[in-house]
């Protein structure tokens, strides 16, 4: 997996114009390459048609090339609030992710907020973007972020949030000790004399199929106990419950049905990551809405069968990306939800359609039924 990997040193150089943004390749002092992905095609359930007519959603997309690259930076400050980091007093432009640029732009050192490098501090590595506490987001910037650097033999410290139980549990699992870390506060600036930043934390990755990152995910699948023999008899519905974000008023009449009809209803933020893992490997059908607790499809074992429900306002291919990533195949059921305008967050204003949802997944079982050994 890392065979091809290559170390660039170079000299930093800072881009001359002083109005221009500053990029990591201005700045960084070592560029290495880590992974690579091609573009690929979305693998859909029957290339996306099932008996009846119904299509799947994101038929004819394709996932993005990427070099993924690993960077080394001097002397730079991180500014806690939107993760982004500046050399000399100027913004790292693309250390942001999804920030308002002219946010970005405007954003200067604050001698009253920032933290000093302490004396002998070790090299930092970056892990983390803004929403820290982002069950989708940890898995999918900093599982595999944390995982090159432990396959480099990196010895330095952390760079990271205030740690929930379960983002300590994952820090543990890949090897690293969350007392040897620089614990950081929103509203503060930290100052860091030598910092390893991966492109996956800045979401680089999001639509671009990486082994690095399916090697990451079994490989901490491994440690939890899966041995990739489980039977998979499971056919899962995961319930949002009572997250505010893009909630459908009536889930819990969906997630009943979907009981009646032979599926284990789960809220995976009530289990450890270790159990989740254990769990979702014995997955034969994954039915759930675009949310955090679908990043448990880095659990899933190969051939595990995918029914994602895409609201309309917020038609975002990342989990088809890591079901392709780690070859499950995917069903996007596009969910009408009267909402007109991009939203990440919006509340539907209409109902799940709970009897077509029903027959839905029946097929979907079918078609698992005949595909998962």
């Known amino acids: 997996m890392f065979s091809f990997a290559r170390l660039f040193r170079r000299k930093a150089s800072v881009a001359s114009d002083p109005s221009a943004p500053l990029t990591l390749a201005d700045v960084a002092t070592t560029m290495r ?32 090339p990427l070099i993924l690259r690993q960077y080394e930076l001097e002397d730079v400050v991180l500014d806690r609030n939107l993760m982004v980091f500046l050399k000399d007093g100027r913004p790292i432009a693309d250390t942001s992710y999804l920030q308002p640029p002219q946010a970005v732009a405007d954003l200067t050192v604050r001698e009253d907020d920032l933290v000093p490098a302490p004396a002998g501090q070790p090299v930092m590595a970056a892990c983390f973007d803004h929403w820290s506490t982002n069950y989708y987001h940890w898995v999918v910037h900093t599982v595999p972020t944390l995982f090159s650097l432990r396959q480099s033999g990196f010895e ?34 930290y100052a860091f004399r030598k910092v390893i930043y991966t492109d996956c934390v800045r979401g680089a990755a999001d639509f671009s199929p990486l082994p690095t990152s399916r090697a990451a995910y079994h490989t901490l699948a491994a440690q939890a106990g899966v041995t990739g023999r489980e039977p998979r008899t499971l056919d899962l519905f995961i319930e949002r419950g009572g997250a505010s974000n893009r909630l459908m ?33 014995k997955a034969r059908l994954v039915v759930g809405a675009l949310g955090a607790g679908m ?16 609201p309309q306002q917020h038609q975002n291919p990342c989990n088809l990306t890591l079901a392709m990533q780690m070859g499950l ?35 979907l079982i079918m078609y698992a039924q005949a595909q998962v050994p």
Not at 34 to 54: E, F, I, K, N
Not at 336 to 359: M, R
């Open 33 to 64: 390459v880590l992974d690579s992905a091609q573009v690929q095609p979305a693998g859909l359930v029957q290339d996306g048609c099932l008996p009846g007519g119904a299509h799947s959603l994101f038929r004819g997309w394709q996932s993005k």
């Open 156 to 189: 330095g410290g952390l760079i990271l949030p205030q740690l929930t139980p379960w983002q300590e549990e994952t820090v543990r699992m890949n090897g690293f000790d969350p007392a040897r870390a620089t614990i950081t506060e929103p509203g503060r600036q």
């Open 249 to 281: 008023p009536n889930e819990a009449d969906l997630a009943q049905a979907l009981a009646e009809a032979g599926f284990t209803v789960v809220r995976p933020e009530t289990l450890s990551v270790a159990d989740q893992m254990r769990l979702f490997a």
């Open 295 to 310: 990043a448990n499809l880095a659990w899933c074992r190969p051939g595990t069968v995918i029914c994602e429900l895409v």
């Open 329 to 363: 195949p995917y069903w996007g059921e596009l969910i009408e939800t009267g909402v007109e305008e991009e939203s990440h967050v919006a509340v539907s204003q209409k109902p799940f359609n709970v009897p077509e949802l029903v027959h839905r997944a029946r097929q």
